[in-house]
């Protein structure tokens, strides 16, 4: 089974303090994601990657920056985290084999908050 | 960029029921609509998905509906059980594995 692990499942952090978030599949998928999730938002995608080294922005990524500097692992970075980062954060990862219409596996999800 | 829209937010049902999500879209290039449910505690998992070159799928319980006229595609459960209760989410996709999702319906089955 693909299996996407996220360091936290819980995390508190202070305003202005950075943060990192890291996600790590175990499948040698090509792509992988990060999304937020907030009640009556549905999932944001923030970032995502291709491939070891490259990173494409989603539809919010101000506030964020990511980094993938081994295929297995990618991580999120929150440069100044602010209240308004306090979210469920989901990671996921998909084959990037068939192009549209990769079947995307996500991690249980960290729950962060900024006090 | 797209957008897709999803009704209801909240589905009661009684056990044995059938549930149906709708969402629409508004790329026309979008091709493919995957299902997600999310359990609480844990990350959406694929139920069901289906491509534009096909009007209807099936699995189980389960059955996905296309119309690409209208731009809306529909989720059908059938038989509903309490394991059923989760929240559900819609997703459109027309390139570079991105997918947009809709805001989710929570689907509650009673006993």
């Known amino acids: 089974d693909v299996k996407v692990t996220q360091s936290s499942r819980y995390l508190v952090k202070r305003t202005g303090e950075k943060v990192f978030l890291e996600c790590v599949q175990d499948m040698d998928h090509e792509n992988m994601f990060w999304y937020r999730q907030d009640p009556g938002l549905g999932l944001r995608l923030i970032y995502f990657?291709?491939?070891?080294?490259?990173?494409e922005k989603g539809d919010i990524p101000e506030g964020y920056s990511v980094s993938r500097e081994k295929k297995e692992r990618f991580s999120l970075i929150l440069e100044s985290a602010s209240t308004n980062q306090t979210s469920m954060y989901l990671c996921?990862?998909?084959?990037?084999?068939?192009?549209?219409?990769?079947?995307?596996?996500f991690g249980p999800g960290t729950r962060l908050t900024v006090l | 960029g797209e957008n897709v829209e999803q009704h209801p937010s909240t589905l009661s049902v009684q056990e044995g029921d059938s549930a149906v999500i709708k969402c629409t879209y508004s790329?026309?290039?979008?091709?493919?609509f995957p299902w997600y449910k999310q359990e609480l505690g844990k990350g959406p998992q694929l139920i069901i998905d289906i491509r534009s070159n096909v009007g209807e799928k099936k699995d189980q319980r389960i059955a996905v509906t296309l119309n690409k006229t209208a731009k809306h595609f529909s989720l059908h459960i059938t038989e509903t059980q309490p394991e059923d209760s989760a929240v559900y989410f819609c997703a459109a996709s027309k390139g570079y594995s991105t997918l947009t999702f809709g805001k989710g319906t929570m689907l509650l089955v009673s006993p």
């Open positions: 790329d026309s290039a979008s091709n493919y």
């Open positions: 990657s291709y491939d070891v080294k490259m990173k």
């Open positions: 996921a990862s998909s084959p990037g084999l068939a192009g549209v219409g990769d079947e995307q596996f």
